[in-house]
């Protein structure tokens, strides 16, 4: 496939392309399923048979790969490999639930603490992202394959924000700026959007976990854009802690 060519120069891409949409149709048959049976996971967060359903067949798709592989909904999250993949079978769990569509499918190759490559996929949009650092990033949907940028910052500034953690520390940012227009979406695709030159920047002062960002900064990164703690350093990931400190996504380095 002409895809696949384009794109070798990423791992296992002709094994996870067709896993992710695999993944995606096991999700949609699950959402679209009137009754979602959801349970409470220890830390509050919901769980549901989509993200067990996407773990298993991820977890399946990238262990020929002999990486280890660190998944939200794994046993074990940690690991002291210096390559490793780390997956969130479902980025927004609570968007699932409220069936408005904006959730994803995260893989991220991480190598020596940072994302190496990353694919985010969105089942309702049947749209995929993959990039990497010094690998380009590009978007496919409709069997079409585009290279996707960053852009220059636009007057108003475009800002994207969390659809459900709009706390007063965002809202303080974003008043820094006389002028501005605010999107709001769920999941790792704010930072697709900024990815691809739809957003300017997304700011992030609510709680998130490495699987959350790894595969989409990636994506950022390849398309030009930053990923930074408030300290200005690039989000690194392998810490102690799997929580993310507060971040900036900027398209404009």
């Known amino acids: 496939m002409e895809i696949y060519n ?18 995606g149709q096991k999700i949609m048959e699950i959402y679209e399923d009137f009754n979602i049976d959801i349970q409470i996971k220890e830390d509050n967060s919901p769980l549901t048979k989509a993200d067990i359903a996407s773990h298993q067949i991820i977890c399946e798709c990238l262990k020929s790969s002999g990486y280890p592989i660190i998944s939200e ?14 997956v969130d079978p479902l980025d927004g769990t609570k968007e699932f639930i409220n069936k408005n ?16 490559e990353g694919y985010v996929y969105s089942p309702s949009r049947k749209t995929l992202y993959v990039g990497g650092g010094n690998k380009n990033s ?14 220059s910052i636009s007057d108003p500034i475009r800002i994207v924000a969390s659809r459900s953690h709009l706390n ?24 697709c ?31 030009g ?3 930074l703690d408030t300290n200005g350093d690039r989000l690194i990931y392998q810490k102690d ?8 996504v900027k398209g404009n380095k």
């Open 6 to 23: 384009k794109l070798r120069h990423f791992e296992l891409v002709d094994q996870i392309i067709p896993c992710l949409e695999h993944c």
């Open 73 to 86: 909904e794994s046993d074990d999250i940690y690991t002291k490999a210096p390559k490793y993949w780390l």
């Open 101 to 116: 569509g904006e959730f994803t499918i995260n893989i991220a190759l991480i190598e020596n603490r940072y994302p190496l």
């Open 138 to 151: 590009y978007k496919i949907q409709n069997s079409i394959l585009e290279q996707i940028q960053t852009s």
């Open 168 to 191: 007063e520390e965002t809202k303080k940012y974003i008043s820094q700026f006389p002028q501005y227009e605010l999107l709001q979406s769920g999941s790792s695709i704010k930072l």
């Open 193 to 223: 959007m900024v990815a691809e030159g739809r957003a300017d920047v997304y700011p992030r002062f609510a709680p998130t976990s490495e699987w959350d960002t790894a595969a989409a900064q990636a994506v950022v990164e390849g398309a």
């Open 225 to 227: 854009g930053s990923v």
């Open 241 to 248: 802690n799997i929580l993310n400190p507060h971040f900036i």
